[in-house]
């Protein structure tokens, strides 16, 4: 997703950085390659043109600093407009309701993912919030739009409210009643969509949200459909009241520029994304870390996040206690193989890791590698997993006849394995394990004397300008420091 908006701006960031400051030349030469990368990833053209305008602004206005570097001056610039575009500070994801049940109406056009997405939304709101969900069917206009919310339902274990031979306002009021009834939490109305927009759906939709008073109404657009997805939310935000957007197929060949416009044409924010085929493939959408993102700062937030969804902090403890003790075996390898398969595809994963998203970009990554691994140490004997240095050139050949694979492969994954160990002990040695294992020494002692010593010097701690800058003034100190103990010696 908006590969072309981040390869377009951060080649300009690289070319402004030898320039001594910003003037309006070279800030010019830099707009002028903001728009092409903008419109290459069909954001809207009004969008863009407003957005040039108020980078322009900014970068010529009186924030800027004299002599500062020009390209830092303009990441910063350009991440707080894209995160200002795409919806500014993070949007709440749902507001629920107290004493009666929260009612979210899903609309849309056919074929956004509608029906999916609301199994997706339900998935979400049990999986994080811990509260109770009804799925309500809706869409008598498409074939099979019921059944197909019957079946995500079942494989979920949430209900689903059907009626037969009623119009659609009268079966999601009654699913509402049911809620109450049954004292359900979150009810969420899967209604109707049309090939294109026309008066019937809109009243039809309009009149389910006069039946229900919902408390949230959130617009389905199909990323894929670029400049329609936005046109699409603008009809509906006439004739709704919107509270938020969700985009989905963000995982296609969607250049994006939806993300980017939607926010802006609507005024409404958009509060989650679909990301792939399967239920779980749904988040939050963030609109700092998406700018982060595309600036290639990477993810980190978001990353830890994922961690945490397959790695629990005891099953984290007892791994870096192995690497600490250095007793990491080929068991604990399949392991953390099988925890980063769960984290989800691995070029997006490594993507979120700052620096590396560019360097991703056109490099093949065969995720079939992580299969062959597994393969290869489930065709080994428990012992041999234990003891890995026992594997003899015969214990290998058997090794690569039950995997499937060549004897180079096995000998591919054995180096691999020892260098990793190898880079364990250089880890242990710096005491990276130890400050793991002890959060009281290491990494916190070291973030209490430096926020000890900030505060020392007056720093605000809430102005991350003036963090940032007794950082860079620090660390210039310590470099200059060092190279005076160097001339000593």
């Not at 206005?61 to 995160?83: A, C, F, S, Y």
């Not at 250095?326 to 980063?340: A, K, P, W």
């Not at 190898?422 to 973030?447: A, H, I, N, S, W």
Request: hydrophobic residues 45%.
């Amino acid at each position: 997703m908006l590969e072309s908006l981040s390869k377009g701006i951060q080649g300009l960031i690289s070319r402004l950085a030898g320039n001594g400051k910003l003037s309006e030349e070279n800030v010019k030469d830099a707009l002028r390659e903001v728009r092409i990368a903008l419109l290459e990833a069909d954001v809207n053209l009004g969008v863009a043109r407003a957005f040039m305008e108020r980078v322009k602004i900014k970068a010529l206005g009186r924030e800027v600093i004299e002599g500062v570097n020009p390209g830092q001056m303009i990441v910063k610039v350009i991440h707080d407009e894209l995160t200002a575009l795409m919806g500014g500070a993070d949007a709440e994801p749902i507001k629920f309701s107290t004493g009666s049940p929260t009612v979210i109406l899903m609309a849309g056009l056919q074929g956004a993912g509608k029906t999916t997405t609301c199994g997706k939304l339900a998935a979400f709101i049990a999986k994080k919030y811990q509260k109770s969900v009804l799925l309500a069917a809706a869409d008598l206009q498409r074939p099979a739009a019921v059944e197909q919310l019957k079946v995500l339902g079942a494989s979920l274990g949430i209900p689903v409210h059907t009626e037969t031979g009623m119009p659609p306002p009268a079966v999601c009021e009654r699913a509402v009643a049911r809620a109450k009834t049954e004292r359900i939490d979150v009810v969420i109305l899967d209604t109707a969509g049309r090939l294109h927009i026309d008066d019937s759906l809109m009243a039809e939709v309009a009149e389910v949200a006069r039946r229900t008073s919902p408390h949230e109404v959130f617009l389905v657009c199909d990323a894929m459909t670029g400049q329609d997805a936005v046109n699409s939310a603008k009809a509906f935000n006439d004739r709704l009241p919107l509270t938020g957007v969700i985009l989905t197929k963000l995982d296609g060949d969607a250049r994006g520029g939806a993300a980017l416009s939607v926010r802006e044409v609507t005024g409404k924010p958009i509060r989650f994304v679909g990301l792939g085929e399967k239920l779980d493939k749904f988040d939050q959408f963030y609109p700092s870390r998406m700018a982060d993102r595309i600036l290639g700062m990477g993810d980190v937030v978001s990353l830890v996040e994922k961690a945490q969804e397959v790695v629990d902090e005891r099953t984290a403890r007892a791994q870096a206690e192995k690497m600490f003790l250095g007793t990491f075996s080929l068991d604990d390898f399949l392991r953390l193989l099988q925890q980063i398969k769960r984290m989800g595809n691995m070029k997006d994963i490594l993507g979120m890791i700052p620096g590396l998203g560019q360097q991703m970009a056109n490099m093949p990554l065969d995720e079939r590698e992580f299969m062959r691994s597994e393969a290869i140490i489930l065709s080994m004997t428990s012992v041999e997993r234990m003891e890995p240095d026992i594997l003899n050139v015969s214990r290998r050949q058997r090794v690569a006849r039950g995997a499937g694979v060549t004897l180079e492969q096995v000998n591919d994954l054995m180096r691999s394995f020892k260098e990793m160990k190898k880079q364990f002990g250089e880890l242990r040695k710096m005491g990276v394990f130890g400050r793991l294992l002890d959060p009281t020494k290491g990494l916190q002692k070291e973030k209490e004397q430096a926020l000890s010593k900030m505060q020392e010097a007056g720093v605000n701690l809430l102005d991350m300008d003036q963090v940032k800058a007794w950082r860079q003034f620090s660390g210039q100190k310590a470099r200059a420091d060092a190279r005076k103990q160097r001339k000593r010696r």
